[in-house]
Structure formats: C-alpha cells, structure tokens
C-alpha cells in the first residue's frame, strides 16, 4: 500500500494534534468505533508478533461502579496508604530536567484552574477527576500477563500511541492514565482479573468538551536538536 503525501499530512495532524484531555462530554461512542479502533491499535508492532496487551472496556454501569469504589478508597486517607502501586511508573530519584518538565504540567494546569499551591482540597478534587475518567463514556483498563518482560512493556506502549491516534482520527480524544494502577487490587476484584493479569494503567475516550478551560492546556515539546545526535 502506497501513501502519498495527504495521508502523510493527517497522520502527522492526528499524532500531533493528540494531547491528554480533562474533562469529556457524556456522548457515547458506538461500540461499532471502538472496536474499528482497537483492531487498527492492534497493528501495532510486539516482539515476534506476542501481542501481549489485553484490553478492558468498561461504559455505563460497570464503569461507574469501579469509579465509585476507586473514589471512596482514595477519599479514605488511612485506605487509600493500604494501595500501592505494582511497578514504579516513574523514577524513584527525581533528577533535572524531568523533575522541571512534571513540575511545570502540573503548575500549568492549576493555573488554569485557578488552584493554588497551597490549595490542597481542590488538589485532591482534581486528582480524583482521574477516577470517574475525567467524565468520558468509556474507560479502558489495560493489562499483561505477568510473565512478560521488559521488552513487551515497550511493546505496550506502541499499542498505546496507536489506540490514541487511532481516536483522533475519528475526532475523539483521550487520556491515559498511570493513576489507576494504585488501586489494582479494586480493579482486579472488579473486572474478575486472572492472578497471572496484571494492571499496566487506564484511559479515558470520548469527545472532549471544548467548554472546559483545562482543555486548553498545551504541553510544550523540546525541539529535535535537542533529544537528537545525528553520526553523519
């Protein structure tokens, strides 16, 4: 199959034109899409061909009833230290230029909801946001077997990058959330998850509501010559 230049033009304009978003409109999305969705994210490339990903897609009641567990345990303080997470999804010694680079997205994003530093209650609000799927339709949970490695981690991700571009290039949006993993031990008793399944992080889909000021936050990018070396 040959692509010619248009098609490179809308990959490119899905790719970059994909961000994480905050708050969703209630509009469904036919299951029909999804399932167009993931059987293209499916395409993406694993290991001699091992596929590890298993998807979870939870709309209506199944997902309000995770969220509402989920939410009660991290409104708990004393419950939600019984949750940790399974894997360290970020370094446990934050170092430059990572440690500017997070504080900055978080900064920037209170700013725009008016939440300050000092703000905790409204901190946590905001965070919990991330257990009702920031209000989309559809919440997706993604798991692997645990006896996959490192490699099929990295394998996960294209998957990942894929669904979300995928999403947009049927106008919908997402957000991938690491949040989830805290509280795997309520998403395995609430998706029945085989003791062998473990959590790898959750997603929010839908359509972005263009009304929310915290869709407006754009994420800066380092340019090429910085994150490049080229050996002529």
């Not at 304009?13 to 978003?21: D, F, Y």
């Not at 019984?82 to 994003?109: C, F, I, M, Q, T």
Request: charged share 25%; aromatic share 10%; hydrophobic share 40%.
């Amino acid at each position: 199959m040959n692509l010619n230049p248009l098609d490179a033009a809308a990959v490119d304009a899905a790719i970059s034109s994909r961000r994480s978003i905050r708050a969703f409109l209630p509009t469904p999305v036919p299951r029909s899409v999804l399932e167009d969705i993931l059987g293209v994210a499916a395409r993406a490339p694993s290991g001699t061909n091992t596929q590890p990903w298993q998807v979870h897609v939870l709309t209506g009641e199944p997902k309000l009833a995770l969220s509402r567990d989920i939410r009660a345990a991290f409104d708990d303080p004393a419950e939600s230290a019984r949750h940790r997470e399974e894997y360290a999804y970020y370094p446990l010694e934050w170092r430059s230029p990572y440690v500017e680079r997070r504080r900055k997205v978080g900064w920037d994003l209170y700013a725009l909801l008016g939440i300050g530093k000092a703000d905790k209650a409204r901190m946590h609000e905001q965070h919990a946001r991330n257990y009702d799927f920031f209000g989309a339709p559809v919440g997706l949970i993604f798991t692997i077997e645990r006896v996959m490695q490192q490699g099929s981690w990295l394998d996960y991700g294209m998957f990942l990058q894929s669904l979300m571009i995928a999403a947009r290039a049927r106008g919908l949006d997402t957000c991938p959330q690491a949040a989830f993993t805290q509280f795997h031990r309520i998403i395995e008793r609430h998706l029945g998850l085989r003791a062998d399944e473990m959590v790898v992080c959750g997603m929010s889909l839908g359509h972005a509501d263009p009304e929310a000021i915290e869709n407006s936050l754009r994420t800066e990018r380092e340019p090429v010559h910085s994150f490049v070396t080229f050996h002529p």
